[in-house]
């Protein structure tokens, strides 16, 4: 893969092998015969193609990180309703692999002169060429009760003369012995939708069951954005009859929130009074895209990027569009920004032709191709654009839809959720947002785009989102001291643990990554020869065990089993041959497990020795002696622990120098630090923009939002707007912000980012670790110094209450001394409560199992009180 799969992308790629390879056995067993199916559920932008790319280079290939033996005789039928969707999966796949290549991406067209399809190859199909005037059915459609049905008017030998319709080269895929067919269902729902035509409907319905004349397809794998939609679609084409459902694999939407992939921020723009503001919120939408403009270059300039994004506006039609208004439109655009070409506009609307709109020219361009024609600036488009259609440098929408229309409004921002540079900007949240203007909503109407973005109704794509109404740009608050943003830098935060992580891949990523950053010259050999020192130490320790384990990898054990003619019964002999280099080679499997790849070889070489005297022989005792090494617990466990260590050095000892890498190789060594199975402390660095709505909406109006002063980050007053707070929670910030020796506070983001103070802890009901953020950090001055305190105010009634409060009792447990005040806080029958987690409280939570609620009305929390001195 050319692509570093995040941590969820990894869980899900190999839940999805392990159903694959199920699905496969049941299949393949001649006793079974068993079809099945199941879905991969992942919200837009979660990277379903990168998942589905590593899960089908693993199907043909192999894959040791998933421990997945290749299927010699895979066949992928990859299907969708669109072929523009089928034409960005392609370039996707190529994109995110390199081992997918023009020669196993197969597009069917007729002619496609083929008895049965390729093992080792993805072929694309869409459901047009399933209907009956498709030259691949050579005009005839199979009939549910066997055989096919000739369509008059079309010729019985159809002009491109091929030998086999797609139904005949399907069957004959099936029924071959050495050919498994996978079929995967892109946008799986779309296929058996009950708006499309019948004759579509049936052909699918057709490929996936079956015919008395030809076999159901015997895996089938569907990839949408709900389990709901995929379940409903194979229960509407009736193919859950006879097919086992295997476990579905579903994405956590806030994992793929947290990883970055998508952005955080959503701002609505609409107007303030009655009357047609149309074109005054365009010309604001045109200094956004210029502003976004200049902002990417000024970050591409700091960073050190050759190509800086390129953000792009769609202006949003009606389903019938007046062409004089999007020329009026287009108009007020290239006059607030003149720097634009009559080139950067294009459309993407259902006539394919050049498309006139007042004065303008407008060509038409495929949607799968938008995102790379960096020079297109402008797109008129009308819903959602096409199935599956994403541009992740699409950052401004101008919709002139009316307020009933919302739905259309949200489905294509759904579509506009990707980063742009597939990570998140660190502490930028203006480079992280997208922008919508509502020209013809008012401010009742607009609460319902809020509540659905917000994650309020359950289909919005990357789980749940900031949206804010009357959003502006907050910078560094210049009243907040200097000491507050230093103790802000220097205070511990913790990253998220990554599954199946290796301590000693781990210390070797490190030396990589510094030596690639030229931070320490020689560090990768420097590692290497540290890690063969250790690993000599410890064999000397442990060479009992070692010799014990030198033998077991030189021995192949071997069971006879006799019988003899007319005779009844067996016997049965066991006897060892000496290992030969194969059998060696596997043996050394378990020390690039172990050890990872690059130093277990390393280490090979080093036991050779340079000169490696005694030629061939020697070799074999090293990879002996190597393999040896990785079954011996004791030894593993050991460096492990030297492994740990010797990284924590390294990011200690290199702490300042990382500190002035640009964005995307700070965030390297991010990852870097939660290559670990338990959570690791992270570094946090100064937000940069923030955005945040300077309005609330009260009893279903929208009306302006409190303010509070030394926020970190404010507005040109020094600022801050309490929108996100409920009301005892801003009681709490008041109360805090009254004390006279405040100096500073921070609304904590509620999202896994470098500028956001994260606690990891495990989710009870999955077993998955998760982050949270506490609500607030105040900053006191004390006796001369300014310290810092977490107050997190937390309804005691939601499910992951007692988790949190447990998570925030072990993050205090290590790192209280960080810290003058650690607090959860709940509203308590009218009563503020709080749980000191510096004392008492900490010890209480961690070992009580009783309710959030129980807590927090025994005698482990007591009253609030803002007016005593803590």
Known sequence: ?????????????????????????????????????????????????????????????????????????????????????????????????????????????????????????????????????????????????????HIPGIPSSAPDMQGWTIWETLANTIAADDLTLYLVLDEAHRGFNTRASSDKQASVRRLVNGTKARPPIPIVWGISATIAHFEAAMQEAEATRNRRALPPVVVDPARVQESGLVKDTLVLDIPNEAGNFDSVLVRRAARKLKDSTD????????????????????????????????????????????????????????????????????????????????????????????????CPRAEVLVSFRPAKDH????????????????????????????????????????????????????TMPGGEKKAVIDGKELLPNPNVPPEVWALWAALPTQTLPQRGAKPVKRLVALAQALSADVVATGALRKVEEELHRILDAYATRYSDKLDGAIQEVWAVHVQEIAGRLGKTGLTYAEFVERADDRAIRTGFEAAKKAFGADIAQSYVNHLAGPDNDDGDDGLREAYVRAAALATVKELRDKVDVEALELTERLFAQHRVALKELPDIRQQEYENIRAMATEPQKGVLRPPRTRIEGFSVEEDGQIVAAPLAPLHLMSDENGQFPLTSLNSWEREIVLAELARPNIRGWYRNPSRAAVDSLG?????????????????????????????????????????????????????????GDAFHRIEALAEVDGRMKVIDMKTYGRRAVAVREETAEYMYRSSIAVDYNPDKAR
């Not at 447990?806 to 205090?812: D, G, N, P, S, T």
Request: charged share 25%.
């Open 407 to 458: 739905t259309h409004i949200t489905q294509l921002l759904g579509r506009m959720v990707r980063n742009p540079l597939a990570r998140r900007i660190p502490g930028d949240e203006r480079l992280n947002a997208v922008d919508c203007i509502l020209p013809f909503f008012n401010r009742t109407t607009a609460v319902q785009v809020v509540r659905f973005l917000t994650g309020e109704l359950d």
């Open 759 to 815: 606690i990891a802890y495990r989710d009870d009901s999955t077993g998955n670790w998760r982050s949270m953020h506490p609500d607030c950090v105040f900053f006191h001055e004390i006796q001369g110094k300014v310290v810092a305190s977490i107050l997190d105010p937390h309804g005691y009634h939601l499910d992951d209450a007692l988790m949190k409060l447990k998570a925030l009792a072990a993050f205090a447990a290590t790192y």
């Open 1 to 149: 893969m050319k692509f570093t799969l995040k941590d969820y992308q990894e869980q899900a790629v190999d839940d999805v092998l392990a159903n694959l390879k199920r699905a496969r056995d049941n299949f393949n067993d001649p006793d079974k015969r068993e079809i099945s199916s199941f879905s991969l559920t992942a919200t837009t932008g979660a990277g379903k193609t990168v998942m589905a790319a590593a899960a089908i280079e693993a199907l043909f290939w192999g894959n040791d990180a998933f421990n997945f033996d290749p299927d010699r005789g895979a066949v992928v039928l990859w299907f969708s309703d669109d072929p523009s969707l089928n034409k960005q999966t392609f370039n996707r796949l190529r994109q995110a692999s390199e081992k997918f290549t023009y020669s196993n991406l197969v597009h069917i067209e007729p002619p496609f002169v083929k008895p049965r399809l390729d093992p080792g190859k993805v072929y694309f199909l869409n459901t047009q060429k399933l209907t009956k005037s498709s030259l691949l059915t050579r005009g005839h459609v199979e009939l549910a009760t066997g055989g096919q049905e």
């Open 295 to 390: 902002r990417w270059a000024e970050y591409a300039r700091t960073q050190g990027l050759v190509d800086p994004v390129q953000p792009l506006l769609v202006l949003q039609t009606p389903n019938t569009p007046n062409p004089d208004d999007v020329g009026v439109a287009l108009d007020t655009i290239f006059a607030e920004y003149p720097e634009l070409r009559a080139s950067s506009v294009r459309h993407v609307l259902g006539d394919h032709s050049t498309q006139r709109f007042g004065a303008w020219e407008v060509e038409w361009i495929e949607p799968q191709l938008v995102q790379d024609a960096s020079h297109v600036r402008i797109l008129v488009a009308k819903d959602a654009i096409s199935t599956g259609w994403d």
